[in-house]
């Protein structure tokens, strides 16, 4: 099993980082969440059938309960994990891809939608995962596409 | 003349259908729209530079079962080879995919003579074969080391045709279908403007994250997924040193350390296959594979074996009876004079073999 666990692990753990990025979280946030929830995946693995699937949506969930949590109030940089062990290198690492920190400028439905798709979904299984019908999904999904294309074209420094 | 004026005619129509598209379309919002997903693959991607995924795992897993992890370069894979016996040592260095691999590291390591200077989109292409054969063996399908390379990538082309696989091997195949029709495009552009270079990245950046998700849906660790994996990766970063150059994509030119780097790995891959088992990077595979110095060869089956590139020693190797080692002698260079050290140049040992029972 452990075998298997760390397969998925090391293909998952920094999509489904960028996936709660992509959410809104930031990048400290979203380490910590895809850490307990591999963690919650690890202690259940033989209970999952569907593996990706499940941490993917275990994470949308934590990712609202933090959301709507009231928190103490943040330190400037957070403290190293084991998974987040240089978080002074998060703003560097911001800066060169801001192109993924655009997916969080679009409304929340856009935003879900358009994180799912590029965490390696179709509009189908989404559908299934957020519980709305699937062309209400497919509508999203286009609208989250033409507005990220064009929030990335008005971005300083794009070329066009 | 009839035919002249036709022609005329449909030029005129294509450019006025062109010109009243160039007035609904806007093609640059279209590509963005397409590469939103290698820009999103390749910021994740780069989240290795914040999160440390071997620590994250080995915080989640026993302290005990930790999966071991040998560096890349590490004694360990060249240990593993100095452990074998000079005939399985034999054996490797004949496997179709090692014999390969490391005729084409010995071009780039400037030991044998070059065809041309080292063109990215050349490595490219054999990457994409090295890709192919591994998913034709992940799928059972026969994909020979043999084939020259128009059979090949008219082999890799139908690898997107299997039908009746999971979703996600179904969207790796689609994916690299779409990446080999662009290189090939790319590589032959015919009329009209091939695929940039960011596009044809993209593609690679959306296939290497699509045999990430096979790997991780597979229901065990898989070693000809891991090898189309790691040839894939190697692929991207070709990929992304030609997008740097600024002559079109066809003559871009790799520099010689990168080339003899990439060319290593894939020697290394093919160990791996021929072992079958996942080595790490080996830091001079080809000194590992050819190390005779201390074999005993005695009793090895020699006949047309191809000794080209062994090092072997005057005092260290022993050779079968049948092999007239004056013979060799004369067919091998020193590695430096008196130190009893030779390098086969080439040829198999048949003629030294002859020779000896001839004389």
């Not at chain 2, 598209?21 to 093609?27: F, K």
């Not at chain 2, 490219?124 to 090949?152: K, Q, T």
């Not at chain 2, 590992?288 to 191809?306: H, M, Y």
């Amino acid at each position: 099993m452990d075998t298997k666990f760390s397969v998925f692990y090391r293909a998952n753990v920094r999509s489904l980082t960028g996936f709660l990025i992509n959410q809104g979280a930031g990048v400290h946030v979203a380490a910590d969440i895809a850490q307990e929830i591999m963690i919650d995946a690890y202690r259940n693995w033989t209970d999952i059938s569907h593996h990706k699937a499940w941490v993917y949506k275990a994470a949308s969930r934590a990712l609202v309960r933090k959301v709507a949590s009231v928190e103490e109030p943040v330190a400037d940089i957070p403290e190293p994990t084991s998974l987040l062990p240089h978080p002074d290198q998060i703003a560097e690492w911001e800066a060169k891809h801001d192109a993924l920190l655009l997916v969080r400028s679009l409304p929340p439905r856009q935003r879900q939608v358009l994180a799912w798709t590029l965490g390696g979904f179709t509009p189908t299984d989404i559908a299934q995962h957020i519980g709305l019908p699937a062309e209400t999904v497919r509508a999203n999904l286009k609208l989250a596409r033409r507005n990220a294309t064009a929030a990335h074209r008005k971005a300083p420094g794009e070329e066009q | 003349m009839t035919d002249h004026h036709a022609a005329d005619a449909h030029q005129q129509a294509d450019r006025h259908l062109q010109q009243a598209l160039d007035e609904l379309l806007d093609v640059e919002a279209g590509l963005s729209e397409v590469l939103l997903h290698s820009r999103h693959d390749k910021a994740v991607d780069d989240l290795d530079v914040v999160l440390d995924t071997e620590a994250g795992l080995a915080a989640i897993l026993p302290a005990a079962e930790t999966e071991p992890v040998l560096p890349a370069g590490s004694v360990g894979a060249e240990e593993f080879l100095h452990g074998l016996s000079p005939e399985a040592l034999l054996a490797l260095r004949r496997h179709p995919a090692v014999r390969t691999t490391s005729d084409a590291l010995a071009c780039a390591l400037g030991r044998a003579p070059a065809p041309a200077p080292a063109s990215g989109l050349d490595l490219a292409f054999d990457l994409i074969l090295d890709v192919a054969r591994a998913l034709a063996r992940a799928l059972g399908l026969p994909f020979s080391h043999d084939l020259d390379r128009n059979l090949a990538l008219n082999l890799a082309r139908a690898l997107p045709k299997v039908r009746g696989l999971d979703l996600n091997f179904a969207c790796a195949l689609d994916r690299f279908g779409a990446l080999i029709r662009a290189l090939a495009r790319a590589f032959d552009p015919g009329p009209g403007p091939g695929p940039g270079p960011d596009l044809i990245l993209g593609l690679a950046h959306d296939f290497a994250h699509a045999l990430d998700l096979v790997s991780a849906s597979a229901p065990a660790a898989v070693l000809d997924l891991d090898l189309a994996r790691a040839c894939a990766r190697d692929l991207v970063r070709v990929l992304d040193l030609v997008r740097g150059h600024d002559c079109p994509i066809k003559a871009a030119t790799l520099n010689v350390a990168t080339l003899i780097e990439i060319r290593t790995a894939e020697v290394g891959r093919a160990i791996s296959l021929a072992l079958q088992r996942m080595l790490p990077a080996l830091r001079d595979v080809l000194a590992a594979l050819n190390d005779f110095t201390a074999a005993d060869l005695s009793n090895a089956e020699l006949a047309d074996v191809d000794l080209k590139g062994i090092r072997w020693s005057e005092h260290g190797t022993q050779w079968p009876p049948s092999v007239d080692v004056d013979a060799l002698k004369a067919r091998s260079d020193a590695i430096q004079p008196g130190n009893g050290i030779w390098v086969v140049r080439s040829g198999t040992t048949r003629a030294c073999i002859e020779s000896r029972f001839s004389s």
